[in-house]
C-alpha cells in the first residue's frame, strides 16, 4: 500500500462577521472531547471507503486512492454539516422514530454515509461486506494510515470543529458569544468555559474544555484524595482500592480470637484496644474451648477467679 502523507485539506474558519458596518468579533471555541471523539471516526470511515472502493480491482489499492478520497470526504461533510440544520427541519417527520440530535452521532452517520457512497460494484453485489477479510484489511489499512501519519488527529480535529459548529444547533458543545472588539473576546476567551485545558494533576494528560474540569477531577485517576476509611494517608485515587485492602490502618480484620469464638471485625490499628477491651470474653471463648465438657456458668465462675489475678499476667497470656 502506498500511503502518502500529501494532499492536505484547507478548510477556512470564520471568526469575524461584518455586522452594521463594523467588526462583530466571535468566539471560536468548543468542546475539545467531543471534537476529538467525532475526529477518532474520520480515519475508521476513510479506511472504510478506501478498501470498499478497490476491492476487486487488480489496478488500484487503497493506498493509491486514499488521498483523492480523503479529499471527497471532507468536501462531503463539511456540505452535510452545512444543510444540516435547514434539511432537518424540511424534512422533519413526526411519525419518525426520535433521532439522536448528539453532534458526534449526527457527524457519525455522515461518515458512514460517505463510506456507503464508495463501495464499487464488486463490494455491493459480493458477500464481501459481510466477510472477515473485509473487516481484516481495513484494520490493516487503518494501522497503516495510522503508523504513517496519512492524517494527523490534529488535522482531523480542525475539521471536526467546524462540523461540530455546523450541526450543533443547540449551541450546547461550543461557544456562539459575539464580542465588538478583539480585546474583549481575548477577555472572554481566558475564562469560555470550552477552553482547553490539561489536567492539574500530576501524571495525568487528559485534555478537555474548562467547563468539564470539576467532572473530570472527581473520577481522575491521579487526583490525590484522602483515603475512603478514614486512615491518615492521602494517595492517588487509582492507587485507593489497593490501599485498602492492603495497608491501611485502618483495614478491617478479624479479632486473633476469632478461632476460638469472637466475631469481631475491627479496623488493625484497633485491635490491641480490642483485646484490652474485650478482655474478659475473650478469656471464656478460651475455656469453652479447652473444657468443653464444663456448665457455663462454672467457666463464668472461673474468669471471675481470674479476674481476680494480676491483669497485666492475663494481658500478657492472651497477647502473646
Known sequence: ????????????????DKKDGGLTFHCNLSDTEIVHKIAQEFLPGLASACVDNTTGDIFRTPGSVAVGIRTEMVEYLTKRSETFVAESVILEDPDQAEVSDHPYDIISDFVDDFALSKRNLFSRVSGWMSSEKREDRIDDFLQEMEISGFWSIDRREAIAHILLKNVDFKNEFHCNMKFNSEKELNEHMLHCGFISMICPNEGCNAKFSAGHLEKHDSVCPFKIIPCEQKCPD????????RHCITVCQMKLANCPFYAVGCQSTIPQCM?????????????????????????????????????NVSQCTIATFLFV
Not at 7 to 12: H, I, K
Not at 234 to 241: A, E, I, K, V, W
Open 1 to 16: 500500500m502506498d500511503v502518502t502523507s500529501s494532499g492536505a485539506e484547507v478548510v477556512p474558519e470564520k471568526i469575524e
Open 271 to 307: 485491635i490491641q484496644q480490642h483485646r484490652h477491651d474485650d478482655l474478659r470474653s475473650h478469656l471464656l471463648y478460651i475455656l469453652q474451648k479447652l473444657h468443653r465438657d464444663k456448665p457455663l456458668k462454672v467457666l463464668k465462675n472461673r474468669v471471675e477467679e481470674l479476674e
Open 234 to 241: 492521602t494517595l492517588m485515587r487509582r492507587d485507593m482500592d
